[in-house]
C-alpha cells in the first residue's frame, strides 16, 4: 500500500454502494482502517449450497499487505466448512462497533448510533508460508496488542492446521451514525424527550488462568488492552 | 410457541448444525433465547446477486410469535436493496456477544471467548397491520425496554415506510466459549502465563438532544437500559 492510501477515499462499486442513508456513507479510508482497528470481531457471510452463511470470526488488517488497498486477514480451522466454503469463493466481511442507542421521539426514528463496514471479495487462501505467519501475528496482536513476539513460533503441526483467508480492502465501504435522533418537528415542539444512551466495549483486568504456574507472571503487554 | 418451548432443545438441521467445535455448541433453547435478549445488534446475511452481503440491524423476538419455535423480527426501509432481496429468500441471522479475549500459551490456542446463535430461514415479509405493528414495538423494547407505550402511534406513512421480516426460530444454532484457555501441557509447565481480559457492553446514563424543550422530562424507563 503506498503511502498516500491512509487517505484515498473509498470507491464503492455498485456491490458496496450505500444505496440507503447516503448521509451516513463515510468516503475516508482512514476513518475505515480506524473501524477496523477499533473492531474486535468480524461477521463473515459465505453463500454455503443454497443458503448463506454468517459467523463471527476474528480479523486482521494489514494496511501495508499484498493488495494495494490493504489485506484483511481472516484465519480458522483447515477443517471447518464454512473456511473451505469461503477459499477462493466472493465473501462479505462486516465489522460494526455499536455506538449508541438513539431513543426518538416516535417508533420511526428510533435508531442506533453505530460504525459498520462492509467488505467484499474473492477470500484467497494464504499458502505462502512468510505471509501465513504473518497474518496470524496480526491476528493475534489484533486482539492482544504485543503478544505475538512473546510467544513461541508455532509448530508445523499448528500451522498445518490452520487456514488463512486474504480479502483485498478494495471493494469497501462504511456507515456511521452519531449523535441525537432526528425526528418530526411536531414531536420536538410536544415536549416529547430525545436523546441517545452511549454504548461501549470495556475490556477488564486479566484473569489467570486456573492452571498457571505459581512463576507464570503477567507480562506487561496484556495490560495495554484493558479500558477500566 | 407452547409453554414447554423455552426448554426444547435446538434441533440443528444440516445447515445449522456446529461442525467444528462441538464441545462449544449449545443446544438449549433457553440459552438460544437468553443470547437473542442479551444482543442488540444482528448481521443479516443474504445473497444479493453474486455476492454475499452482511450488514448490521436492529431485531426483536417474540418467544410466542406465530411461528412453533418463536419468531426473530427485522425492520428496516422499504427502499433499503439488502431488506427487498432478503423477502421471501433464504437469509442468515447471527448474534453475537463478545465476552472476553483468550491469551493462550501459543498463538494457536488465542482465542476468544462469546456467545453465538445462527438462525438460517426463509424470510417472511409481514404483512398483517396488527404483526407489523406489534414487531415494530418489540423492536423498539428490545432496545429500551418499556419505551413503545410511551410513544405516539405510527403514522400510515411511516408504517408504509417501513418493511418488517419475519424468521423462523426454527433452524437456529448455538456456539458458546468461556473461561481460560486451553493449551499444550509442554507451554503450561514452562511457566508462560495464560488467561483472558472479560469484555462488557457498557451503556452509559441516557444523552438529552439538543433540540429538546425545557419542558421535555427524561422519561423513567430510559433509566433501565444504563449499566453504570
Redesign the interface.
Known amino acids: 500500500m503506498d503511502a498516500a492510501a491512509p487517505t484515498t477515499p473509498l470507491e464503492p462499486t455498485a456491490?458496496t454502494r450505500v444505496?440507503?442513508g447516503r448521509n451516513r456513507a463515510v468516503t475516508d479510508r482512514a476513518a475505515l482502517l480506524e473501524l477496523l482497528g477499533d473492531g474486535?470481531?468480524a461477521?463473515?457471510?459465505?453463500?454455503?449450497?443454497?443458503?448463506?452463511?454468517?459467523?463471527?470470526t476474528?480479523y486482521a488488517v494489514d494496511a501495508d499487505g499484498p493488495d494495494a488497498e490493504g489485506t484483511l486477514y481472516l484465519h480458522?480451522?483447515v477443517?471447518?466448512?464454512w473456511l473451505r466454503s469461503s477459499m477462493e469463493a466472493?465473501?462479505?466481511?462486516?465489522v460494526?462497533e455499536?455506538d449508541g442507542?438513539v431513543?426518538g421521539?416516535?417508533?420511526?426514528h428510533?435508531s442506533?448510533n453505530?460504525r459498520?463496514a462492509?467488505v467484499?471479495g474473492t477470500a484467497r487462501a494464504v499458502e505462502d508460508a512468510a505471509e501465513r505467519r504473518h497474518a496470524?501475528?496480526l491476528?493475534?496482536d489484533h486482539?492482544?496488542p504485543g503478544?505475538?513476539a512473546t510467544?513461541?513460533a508455532?509448530?508445523r503441526k499448528?500451522l498445518a492446521?490452520?487456514a488463512v483467508l486474504a480479502v483485498p480492502l478494495r471493494e469497501a465501504s462504511m456507515k456511521a451514525r452519531a449523535g441525537?435522533?432526528v425526528?418530526e418537528d411536531g414531536?420536538?415542539?410536544a415536549?416529547?424527550?430525545?436523546?441517545?444512551?452511549?454504548?461501549?466495549?470495556?475490556?477488564?483486568?486479566?484473569?489467570?488462568?486456573?492452571?498457571?504456574?505459581p512463576?507464570?507472571?503477567?507480562?506487561d503487554h496484556?495490560l495495554r488492552?484493558?479500558t477500566a
Open positions: 456491490r444505496n440507503r474486535l470481531v461477521h463473515l457471510g459465505v453463500q454455503v449450497g443454497d443458503h448463506p452463511l454468517v459467523l463471527p476474528a480458522g480451522s477443517a471447518a466448512h466472493t465473501v462479505c466481511v462486516t460494526t455499536l442507542l431513543a421521539r416516535s417508533a420511526f428510533h442506533m453505530y459498520s462492509v467484499i496470524l501475528d491476528i493475534v486482539m492482544l503478544r505475538s510467544l513461541r508455532s509448530t499448528e492446521a490452520t441525537d435522533p425526528d414531536d420536538v415542539a415536549g416529547v424527550w430525545g436523546g441517545h444512551l452511549p454504548v461501549r466495549r470495556v475490556i477488564d483486568a486479566p484473569v489467570p488462568a486456573a492452571d498457571n504456574l512463576c507464570a507472571a503477567l507480562p496484556l488492552r484493558p
